[in-house]
């Protein structure tokens, strides 16, 4: 008989040291594992054929890139323990190990996704936002100075005069009034102004926070106009009244973070036996409402060109919006924009220019403004070639010199130079001062550098960080500054996507659209105070124990100390259990349904907007159990039943103990104790990117927990990053999420600190 290892005649009895090894043996040939297979080897032999080659996915296997979050050592832990799928015991110990590290840092980490893809610093036009509010500064920049009201003062300045019209000089009576809202009936104004005939002036500005289309309406039964951000034609003109109109209403759309000036007249006449005047707004996405003293401001202020050309919308797909995407509609977009702006130059030639198109220095004056025009579009000195190409040639010889400025306005809005970011990285030996001014200017403001920050370009005053930081923090108190941070948070809680709040109104009877309103209004003073103070905490916006409330929520969300009479303007009030923003009643009702509340919604917030998690879109969208279906289960219970599949749980077993943390919140976020008569469990957990489970009570436990973590901190970073810069932060290093964290902490979590550092950083990293 021939010899074989494994016969058992032909080999003596062995010894139980062979007998091991003969084991061992089996065991390899068995399952086809090594002691020194490497990390890529194992893959190759385990994990390939369901991920790809390069952890792509495979469509019949695991489509999904191979790409997440967690920690290496969480990673390890994960397949020791679960993978291969089906026979976790193939892959494991140092064989995990070997394969997990493989894994991490061939494709699975951010650096190695960054690294594989190589981010890059893009080639951008500027975004809708960014491109109005740069036409805006642009055509604003040949006007002259506000003169805002002194001592920070709200309200408007009222002239009162005898007679139908009023003069300066006229005026019988002048003094702030913090509202217009007035009912004189058969008396006067004031005892200085006759009550048979008098006209009254109110003049002043009216701040604008976000950008959106604003109403105006204007309440009476005698004559009146009204004008906003246009000094010659009024929006309202019932100067002379026709019928029995008492109401008129007119639309403008405004940009964020600036005032506008505003003017409103009305008159009463002898035959008219009383007088009343009240003048009303209706914000985007509120009711209507007068127009408050918090908003208005004495002085005297400029008008600001708002381009109306309609844009397609940016490109969001990254989580920001950036200006990568270029179309045909974007295109003859800023064509149109560009004929508009183009006229409306031509109209305002005067104040803009110094002449008249036909005035008798016209053939200097419009070269010269058409040169100052291009030069801070495109935001840097021409050079004399350029001179030549967008200005002097069109004026060489022109018969007709309002072509001409047309030509060269034209040419000027239309060329790159002005549409487009510099795509060039910041360069130490190149020193390109002028684009770091825009890089700057873009990040805190969405526009185009103002003069002193060009000044400091040319001068050489940006050649070091310490002149890039001086600049960012001489600029961050401008109101275009907040009006960006303020957008920011906005688009970080998802409030940009709550355009409606409908509740059962057999439920929540006392839920309407003015509740809905004065939520936002309640959000926005948070906010407000926030971002208004010195330290900017994101410590504060995440815990925060108290919420504004007016009368009317305190009705509905008050309690012990939150007993307002029923007329109360707002107010800080400090509500049992409430967290920031986490716990605000605007977001608790916006991530909910109509009836019921919604684990889902508010842990996938948590775990996309706060941990920056990744989450794979649901195999198939599945509607959520009708409470009538189980009547005597409460809504945790409900979920966990909805998603105790195995294919839902990849996901929900980190969304749903997020979002049952905030079970003491209804579904129009007031706080409760029970539910269908059982006492509420808001107990919840987290398993971090390291691998550790956290376990909370409540929702402050787990605002304690986001302060502290270092997921949470990074994704804040990166979020207001890609907002401020719109561009991808790897692109400035790999190293920069952990480096603005590490700083962003280490300033006691100061936003607006955090921004200038974004900022600095953005304007002078040096090219990979």
């Known amino acids: 008989m021939p010899d074989h290892p494994l016969h058992p005649v032909a080999r003596p009895v062995p010894t139980v040291g062979f007998a091991v090894v003969c084991l061992i043996a089996l065991f390899t040939a068995t399952h086809g594992l090594a002691a020194d297979l490497t990390g890529e080897q194992v893959y190759k032999r385990h994990c390939a054929s369901c991920h790809g080659a390069s952890g792509e996915g495979v469509a019949a296997e695991y489509p999904d890139p191979l790409i997440g979050t967690r920690s290496l050592a969480s990673l390890t832990k994960y397949i020791d323990k679960r993978m291969p799928e089906g026979d976790p015991d193939k892959v494991n110990g140092k064989d995990a190990a070997a394969v997990s590290t493989y894994i991490y840092d061939a494709f699975y980490s951010p650096v190695a996704q960054a690294k594989r893809n190589a981010p890059k610093i893009e080639l951008a036009r500027l975004t809708t936002g960014q491109y109005r509010n740069a036409l805006a500064d642009l055509i604003g920049s040949f006007r002259g100075n506000s003169e805002p009201g002194k001592g920070g003062e709200q309200g408007l300045e009222g002239n009162y005069a005898n007679g139908k019209n009023v003069r300066g000089d006229r005026a019988q009576l002048r003094r702030v009034d913090a509202t ?24 002043g500005g009216v701040f604008i926070a976000q950008p959106g289309e604003y109403e105006f309406i204007v309440r009476t039964k005698n004559g009146t106009r009204l004008w906003v951000n246009d000094e010659r034609t009024p929006l309202i003109d019932a100067w002379v009244r026709s019928g029995d109109n008492t109401e008129y209403r007119a639309t403008r759309q405004l940009l964020g973070g600036r005032t506008y000036p505003l003017r409103l007249e009305t008159f009463k006449e002898k035959k008219e036996k009383a007088a009343a005047i009240t003048l009303r707004w209706k914000p985007p996405q509120k009711v209507e409402a007068v127009l408050p003293a918090s908003v208005l401001r004495p002085g005297k202020y400029q008008a600001v060109y708002v381009s109306a050309t309609p844009f397609p919308p940016d490109d969001r797909s990254m989580g920001y919006e950036r200006g990568t995407f270029i179309s045909k509609a974007w295109d003859e977009s800023t064509t149109d924009a560009a ?18 198109v036909r005035g008798p220095n016209a053939a200097k004056a419009l070269p010269d403004f058409c040169g100052r025009l291009a030069e801070r579009a495109f935001r840097r000195p021409l050079s004399p070639e350029d001179r030549r190409f967008y200005v002097d040639r069109h004026f060489e010889k022109a018969d007709d010199l309002e072509l001409a400025l047309k030509k060269a306005v034209l040419l000027t809005l239309k060329s790159p130079r002005f549409l487009y970011h510099d795509p060039r990285k910041p360069d130490p030996s190149h ?34 960080r310490d002149d890039v930081i001086a600049q960012v923090k001489r600029m961050l108190p401008d109101p275009r500054t907040k009006a960006k941070l303020l957008g920011f948070l906005q688009l970080w809680l998802n409030l940009d996507r709550m355009h409606e709040l409908a509740k059962d109104h057999k439920e929540f009877p006392q839920f309407d659209e003015q509740v809905v309103s004065d939520l936002r209004t309640s959000m926005e003073l948070f906010l407000d105070e926030v971002l208004s103070s010195d330290a900017a905490d994101y410590r504060q916006l995440i815990s925060a124990d108290h919420v504004y409330l007016n009368g009317r ?4 969300y008050g309690g012990a100390g939150a007993d307002l009479p029923s007329d109360a303007p707002f107010q800080k009030v400090s509500l049992k259990q409430r967290a920031g923003v986490l716990t605000h009643p605007l977001l608790m009702a916006g991530f909910a349904y109509e009836k019921a509340t919604s684990p889902i919604h508010r842990g996938v917030f948590v775990s996309r907007n ?24 409460t809504t945790r219970e409900r979920t966990i039943l909805q998603t105790s599949a195995k294919s839902c749980m990849s996901c929900h077993a980190m969304i749903n103990p997020l979002g049952f943390t905030f079970e003491n919140f209804d579904a129009v976020g007031r706080f409760r104790e029970a539910e269908k008569e059982k006492p509420i469990d808001s107990t919840g957990s987290y398993e971090t990117a390291a691998g550790d489970v ?23 970073v990166e979020r207001l990053f890609h907002h401020a810069v719109k561009q991808p932060i790897l692109a400035h290093g790999y190293d920069q999420p952990e480096k603005l964290r590490s700083y962003f902490v280490g300033q006691n979590y100061n936003i607006k600190s955090l921004l200038v550092e974004i900022v600095a950083a953005a304007a002078t990293a040096k090219p990979d």
């Open 610 to 633: 706060l941990l920056g998690r990744r989450l794979k879109p649901p195999p198939e969208a599945i509607t959520p159990l009708a409470p009538e279906l189980h009547p005597d289960s």
């Open 431 to 464: 020193n390109d001062a002028h684009g770091v001014a825009s890089r700057i200017a873009f990040a805190l403001w969405d526009s185009l550098p103002d003069k002193e920050l060009l000044d400091a370009a040319r001068t050489g005053k940006l050649a070091s």
């Open 553 to 556: 929520l305190a009705a509905l």
């Open 180 to 203: 217009i809202d007035f009912d004189f009936g058969e008396k006067s104004p004031d005892e200085k102004v006759a009550k048979e005939e008098f006209a009254i002036r109110w003049t």
């Open 339 to 356: 004929l508009e702006t183009a006229e409306h130059i031509l109209a305002n030639l005067p104040t803009l220019a110094g002449t008249e």
């Open 694 to 716: 956290v376990k909370f009570k409540s929702a402050p436990e787990l605002a304690a927990f986001l302060i502290g973590s270092e997921e949470a901190q990074i994704a804040f």
